[in-house]
């Protein structure tokens, strides 16, 4: 009776820990996917002034 038990609990502690890696994983790509156009403008920012103090 523990043997039919045993895998079915190894692959229930599978499941869980790849769904929880699924939901993480999804948080931090669009949290990333979110902030990622504000950090872009700011680092274009950066080079443009950058680049015109360069040249006064």
Known sequence: ?????QPADIG??????MM???VH???FCS???YHY????RSQCQAAEEQKTSGVL
């Open 20 to 22: 929880l890696f699924a």
């Open 1 to 5: 009776i523990s043997t039919a038990k």
């Open 12 to 17: 229930y502690k599978i499941f869980t820990s």
């Open 37 to 40: 156009p504000r950090w872009h």
């Open 25 to 27: 994983g999804d948080y």
């Open 31 to 33: 949290a990333q996917a």
